[in-house]
């Protein structure tokens, strides 16, 4: 049983609580911590949705300090930032508690690329303590990235590679349709995506996922996000968007290798959107390029929650350090 302290009760906190309690008695959920004065101090039943069941009797702890005096954690879920110097410093706590840490940073999941300083001194930190920090999620750490690599198993080579990603924003929760600017004007959203403060966090890291993953060497990686505008009406329980309005956002991610463009990545979250997830790879030498689609897509919420979950108990196979899942899905082809 691995004994396992929960950060963080926005929407998919709890939603990872859900599965924290759904997966016992391989886990065992003994501490939450939120930093929400209006949550500190409450006791979790009382939080959580009315449908979850088996919810212990713990009472919100304001501090991971807090938390820890009261219960022995093996290991710890985070869902709080995006960016891994926001978390960092919760993340350093961790460490020094001698606790492994599995968070939905969507920096984290390859902080080499824009925390390279920061992830090596974590990974320092993290080695010498022998726990394990990784970053997860389904995009970035699954759909874009992770799942991509292992469709490339049973290639011999890979020339190229192609993700896709549509997501219809209507049955997604209010924070994410604000997230992809869902009833804003075009003008305002192109302001936002100037300032890096709109849209999607993690296709960088994805794109570099995949070079690692398959041994390139990136020149660059090319970033393009954009609205997508409604030609008709479209609403969702928390939206009612008119013609002319923002619906979501297309956004795009290239990796340059070699002065060519090997990897693409084509994510879009919109209401109204179809919802797909689709790979596709030229694998060369004579061989059919390969593709695969999902007829559902992968649910970011549902499958983000359960990833995180069960990447908890697939720690202990891993060797101390900040961690990727290129370390969890290990079997991919070579790039070319």
């Given amino acids: 049983m691995i004994r396992v302290v929960h950060l963080g009760l926005g929407e998919i906190g709890k939603r990872t609580i859900e599965v924290l309690l759904a997966q016992q008695p391989a886990v065992k959920l003994v501490g939450v911590v939120d930093v929400n004065p209006a949550l500190v101090g409450r006791p979790l039943p009382r939080v959580m949705a009315e449908r979850t069941v088996n919810v212990p009797a713990l009472k919100i702890a304001g501090t991971l300090g807090e938390a820890l005096r009261k219960a022995r954690a093996d290991a710890a879920t985070m869902t709080t930032g995006s960016r891994t110097i926001d978390v960092r410093g919760t993340v350093e706590e961790l460490i020094a508690a001698g606790i492994h840490v599995v968070s939905t940073c969507e920096e984290l ?3 080499h690329l824009r925390a390279a300083g920061i992830a ?9 303590a022998g726990v394990v920090v990784l970053g997860t999620g389904v995009n970035p750490g699954f759909a ?11 290639c011999r080579l ?3 590679i192609r993700v896709v990603r549509s997501l219809d924003a209507r049955k997604r929760r209010e924070q994410l349709q604000k997230k992809v600017g869902a009833g804003m004007a075009v003008a305002e959203v192109r302001a936002l995506i100037r300032r890096h403060a709109i849209g999607h966090v993690g296709l960088g890291e994805s794109v570099a996922m995949i070079a690692a993953g398959l041994g390139w060497k ?3 990686i090319q970033e393009h996000f954009a609205p997508v505008v409604a030609k ?10 008119k013609t002319g309005q923002v619906r979501g956002m297309r956004m795009t991610a290239a990796g340059i290798v070699g002065g060519r463009k090997k990897i693409e990545l084509d994510l879009t979250m919109a209401l109204g959107a179809e919802t797909f997830d689709e790979v596709r790879i030229d694998a060369g030498g004579g061989d059919p390029p390969l593709v695969v689609r999902t007829t559902t897509g992968f649910h970011g919420d549902t499958s983000t929650v359960a990833i995180l979950v069960n990447c908890v108990r697939a720690l202990a196979g891993l060797e101390p350090g900040v961690r990727t899942m290129l ?10």
């Fill in 120 to 128: 090596a001194e974590l990974d320092r930190k993290a080695r010498r």
């Fill in 218 to 220: 990136l020149d660059a």
């Fill in 109 to 111: 999941a390859f902080p």
């Fill in 232 to 241: 008709s009406p479209v609403s969702s329980a928390y939206f009612s968007i």
């Fill in 158 to 160: 890979v020339r190229s």
């Fill in 144 to 154: 874009m990235d992770a799942f991509a690599l292992a469709c490339t198993a049973p």
């Fill in 327 to 336: 370390d969890l899905l290990r079997v991919r082809s070579v790039g070319a």
